[in-house]
């Protein structure tokens, strides 16, 4: 597995397929798709960055890179993708074989280029915060807090604007400092930019233009009036915390029976019409803040009513919702105008009921947005995700805006889609196939809000046929891809990173070995738990379970080796050996199985699925599990029940939880106090590793994950026990060990699932 780390250390790619099939028939019958996870802003070491513009083909647009053939005689570089030959432009005309420009240089297959000349005047970012004030004192309290640290870690340069909401929508006019000024707008319908104009005083002893969408200083509007809703950080300090300190509960009185009147879809509605307005085209983010559900005008969820349950999973597939498509439609329309204007929604959900994420969820993902999800403000899981969105240190996120990504691909590689938070520009090329996947029919996509983390997948369609002329095509054993993704970096100026990879096509007779050698089984298990999370939300009576084992069998009867009616001859090569267990453990995740859990939830968690890298994703799969003890040094365990000893400790990091589970023994050895006294250091060191190792965990996740301390048979030890492989049930054959556990469970355990799999394939 190290040469594929190694390989997303250069270039943040990971590919399932590292030799990819050499005809569509082959791609097909392999199951798992060509595809690759890229994370474009990830930091790589000494990456080159270069003060000019690339040079780019003039038929394709690709850009120079190492893979390209050079005539350092005529000065003429061949494209890598389309085969032009293109002239080096004059400033090149000193360059040779031992004088080469750095996007030359083998090693260099990512870098940046920064032109001043191109990108302009540096655009500070700006940050809109729509607060819901419907909560119990308590939350605002602990949100007033949370806001005020906020506000002292803002960039200086950065804008900054305010909107509150309950029953009604309030902007509050950050510029203007002698006393509290605020414009307030009805929460029952949804607000478009005239309105803004109009109502907002834009125009005020001035002539509006009759003709035209009004969009910015450029179109004639006065930057004084902007500055009264969007204010540098640096002059609003003052009026921001009067604001955040006198934000109260929502006055309007609510009935015992019936939930408060929230306008969150109005607010969300003022919020992308006013910064449409103002900054359209700008790096600009809508944190929005939520307390609970949505009950008044566009965007609800449900009534205000509390006779009526708000929509469970059950309703969504019974059709029993019937605020659910409105909701959903609304938010897909406010998508739409936030990916014209450029701008973000990041949001903030912490409520032990359910806001509304599921329908929500459009307009993030295809925004690019941040989302946060906590059971109150006062969490430690909100409270520090949100100081570290601004905090400056070496784990920040790099937030970014304004993401454009490009993709070129060798002849007979086509694109089908990108899963992921990003949206299609709908720009229809040669390289788009017929099938769609996720945000398809196009070769480039839209990334409102980006950061180092972010990761798309990529799926890609062989179009290469069987046949005398595919020999003949066949000049090159090479094929190649290429990124290009043009942001505004979050110092402020526009940046463009180019990524060139290069891999092999596998050859006719010999190719199973190749293929097997070049399989990555982590980015494989990656790749397909996105596409089964993205088929449950797009097709209609999908069954996962039966896709995944169907999937499996297929995959294990191509590529492992065994005889026909012998369970036990079969055996698979250690390239692929995990990928059952993965899969095993996927149909148990909290992706597939959405019993007990909220839409809202469901929602979340693919939401963060489908932006992470492969080391996260395979977290969120197949949780690691590390054992402390006396005997030796910590170290990885199985993740199954009989992992569980009175005498050791066990860390489980499932990325959204990590639980520090104590055995029965230590937890009474702790009760007693034994770590305070003389002579049991080794016992205090014991208690405190597996903390120190959360920390760091905890440090450099985003979101912050949920820290669970608990004992052998209490009640929180069940974040555990989910998670393990059930091989001692209350019904097993096999007892537990003495002092180890039982899980209450009709689950098959990981052996019988094997069982099943080798009767299944050797039939």
């Not at 499932?654 to 589970?661: A, E, K, L």
Request: charged share 20%.
């Amino acid at each position: 597995m190290s040469e594929f780390f190694q390989l997303e250390e250069a270039d943040g790619i990971r590919m399932p397929w590292n030799v990819i099939p050499g005809t569509r028939e082959d791609a097909l019958s392999c199951v798992v798709p060509v595809s690759a996870i890229y994370t474009p802003l990830k930091p790589i070491d000494k990456m080159t960055v270069v003060p000019y513009s690339p040079l780019r083909c003039r038929m394709c647009r690709s850009i120079l890179n190492p893979f390209s053939s050079v005539d350092y005689n005529s000065k003429i570089w061949q494209c890598t993708f389309c085969f032009q030959r293109n002239q080096f432009p004059q400033h090149y005309s000193s360059i040779s074989e031992n004088n080469l420009p750095p996007e030359l240089f083998p090693q260099y297959t990512t870098m940046e280029y920064i032109s001043a000349a191109e990108t302009g005047p540096v655009a500070p970012p700006v940050f809109m915060f729509v607060v819901d004030t419907c909560m119990i004192e308590e939350e605002i309290d602990y949100l007033k807090s949370a806001l005020a640290q906020t506000a002292e870690l803002l960039p200086d340069n950065s804008l900054v604007g305010f909107i509150t909401f309950g029953t009604y929508v309030q902007v509050h006019e950050l510029g203007f400092g002698l006393l509290p000024k605020s414009y307030v707008f009805k929460g029952t319908k949804e607000v478009n930019k005239e309105q803004i104009l109009d109502q907002m005083c834009f125009f005020s002893g001035k002539q509006k233009p009759a003709m035209g969408v009004i969009a910015g200083t450029r179109d004639g509007l006065s930057s004084e009036s902007i500055s009264r809703f969007l204010v540098p950080a640096s002059e609003c300090e003052f009026v921001l915390n009067s604001v955040i300190e006198g934000l109260q509960k929502d006055p309007w009185h609510i009935p015992a029976d019936q939930r408060a009147s929230r306008c969150t879809g109005a607010a969300l509605s003022v919020a992308a019409s006013l910064l449409g307005v103002c900054v359209p085209g700008s790096g600009a983010r809508i944190m929005a803040f939520i307390g609970g559900p949505s009950t008044e005008g566009p965007g609800s969820i449900v009534s205000k009513s509390l006779s009526e349950p708000i929509r469970s999973h059950k309703d969504l597939d019974k059709d029993s919702a019937p605020l659910y498509d409105k909701a959903v439609k609304f938010y897909d329309q406010i998508a739409k105008q936030l990916v014209h204007q450029g701008h973000v929604l990041d949001l903030f959900a912490c409520a032990v009921d359910q806001v509304g994420v599921a329908e929500m969820k459009v307009a993030i993902e295809k925004t690019g947005g941040i989302v946060v999800l906590a059971e109150s403000f006062g969490h430690s899981v909100f409270k520090d995700s949100l100081l570290r969105i601004f905090q400056s240190a070496n784990n920040d996120l790099g937030l970014s805006f304004n993401g454009i990504l490009e993709i070129n691909c060798s002849k007979d590689v086509k694109i089908q889609g990108i899963i992921g938070p990003c949206t299609s520009l709908e720009k229809k090329s040669p390289l788009s196939a017929d099938t769609v996947i996720g945000q398809g029919n196009t070769s480039a996509w839209k990334m409102c809000g980006l950061d180092k983390k972010t990761s798309l997948c990529f799926v890609y369609d062989i179009s290469r046929k069987v046949g005398p002329d595919s020999i003949a095509q066949q000049t090159s054993n090479q094929l190649y891809f290429q990124y290009v993704t043009y942001y505004q970096h979050h110092e402020g100026q526009m940046r463009l990173r180019v990524t060139t990879i290069s891999r092999q096509w596998s050859s006719g007779s010999a190719s199973v070995q190749e293929l097997v050698d070049g399989f990555d089984q982590e980015a494989a298990a990656a790749v397909v738990a996105r596409l089964v999370s993205f088929k449950m939300e797009t097709e209609a009576d999908f069954d996962p379970i039966r896709w995944l084992d169907r999937a499996l069998i297929r995959l294990c009867t191509k590529f492992g080796d065994y005889q026909k009616e012998t369970p036990s001859s079969f055996s698979l090569s250690p390239r692929l050996s995990i990928f059952p267990q993965f899969m095993f453990n996927l149909r148990r995740s909290q992706f597939i199985q959405v019993f007990n859990n909220s839409p809202d939830e469901t929602a979340y968690f693919r939401m963060m699925l489908e932006r992470e890298n492969v080391g996260n994703t395979v977290a969120m799969i197949q949780p690691s599990l590390i054992s402390y003890s006396f005997q030796s040094e910590p170290m990885p365990v199985l993740l199954d029940v009989t992992a569980i000893a009175p005498d050791k400790i066990l860390l489980l990091d499932s990325y959204f939880t990590v639980v520090i589970f104590h055995g029965m023994t230590i937890a009474q050895w702790r009760n007693a106090g034994y770590q305070d006294q003389e002579g049991h250091e080794v016992f205090a060191k014991l208690l405190k590793d597996p903390h120190v190792e959360a920390d760091a965990i905890i440090k450099e996740r985003f979101p912050v994950p949920r820290l669970v301390v608990c004992d052998q048979h209490g009640s929180q030890a069940r974040f555990l026990l989910a998670k393990l492989n059930p091989s001692v049930t209350y019904n097993s054959d096999n007892a537990a060990a003495s002092g180890g556990d039982v899980i209450f469970t009709d689950d098959v355990s990981f052996d019988v699932f094997m069982d099943h799999l080798q009767r299944l394939l050797v039939q």
